[in-house]
């Protein structure tokens, strides 16, 4: 299964343009950080300070999970464009495994996502702040935190391919439901169960660094702690990916 998905996707020259976009536009932010003057004095070697950078660079990686979402999108609707999904089942496969194959890919670039953090953590801290190499293995959990919060936001990318079938459609849904959709929709509801909307969800896995100052100054946060929305994130991505299966079983391919 996952053979035959990477017999698709590696000589597939979007795949490398988007995975390196990713990289690159991680590693440039990052980077900015250097620059960063407070009260006449820069703060670089501060930013870049292990364990502390774990955190806030999967804080900034949060941001690019929207690439990896585009990806799996182009990926999925692609099967549907050329009918490879229909031609696949006439094959024999089932319908099951056609969506564990789209499974297999976003748990490779999860993984990627989880790669990437790690190599531009390693470097710029290790380069930028060798002082604190000897805590670079410390609060290793935040990065596992992003995977997991990359493995939601792809699994909501999914289900989007699924249900509309076509690139554009579903790469603008979900933007849209990322951010306008969903947002407007916690507006309209209480702290305490505007928590639990999936994105919302996702986002707790990743908090702002500095938030426990944060909360000092504007009142405690009402998200969810990452060890708190760690299983609810995890069961929103089943959830996303039965749906997926569901919506491929009882459609017309």
Do not use: C
Not at 41 to 66: C, D, I, M, R
Not at 120 to 147: C, D, H
Not at 149 to 167: D, E, I, M, T
Not at 190 to 198: K, L, S
């Amino acid at each position: 299964m996952l053979r035959a998905e990477l017999r698709k996707i590696l000589p597939y020259r979007t795949v490398w343009f988007i995975l390196l976009l990713y990289a690159a536009l991680l590693a440039l932010f990052v980077s900015v950080g250097s620059g960063v003057v407070i009260n006449g004095q820069p703060v670089g070697n501060t930013l870049y300070a292990f364990p502390e950078l774990w955190h806030k660079l999967s804080y900034v990686a949060s941001y690019f999970n929207l690439l990896l979402g585009i990806l799996l999108i182009i990926l999925i609707t692609d099967e549907f464009q050329f009918r490879t999904f229909r031609q696949q089942v006439i094959d024999g496969s089932s319908v099951a495994a056609l969506v564990q194959g789209k499974l297999a890919v976003s748990a490779l670039l999860a993984a990627f996502g989880v790669l990437t953090v790690l190599a531009v953590g390693l470097f710029f801290g290790l380069t930028r702040s060798p002082a604190s190499a000897g805590q670079a293995g410390q609060q290793l959990g935040a990065v596992l935190l992003y995977g997991a919060q990359a493995l939601g936001y792809l699994a909501l990318a999914a289900l989007l391919a699924f249900l509309l079938r076509k690139s554009g459609p579903a790469i603008l849904a979900f933007m849209l439901y990322a951010w306008v959709v969903e947002p407007l929709s916690r507006l309209l509801v209480p702290d305490e169960i505007d928590r639990y909307f999936p994105t919302k969800v996702f986002s707790a896995l990743t908090p702002t660094p500095g938030q426990e100052l944060l909360d000092t100054v504007t009142g405690p946060s009402s998200a969810l702690l990452p060890t708190q929305a760690l299983p609810l994130a995890l069961a929103y991505a089943a959830l996303f990916w039965l749906l997926s299966y569901l919506l491929l079983r009882n459609r017309d391919l």
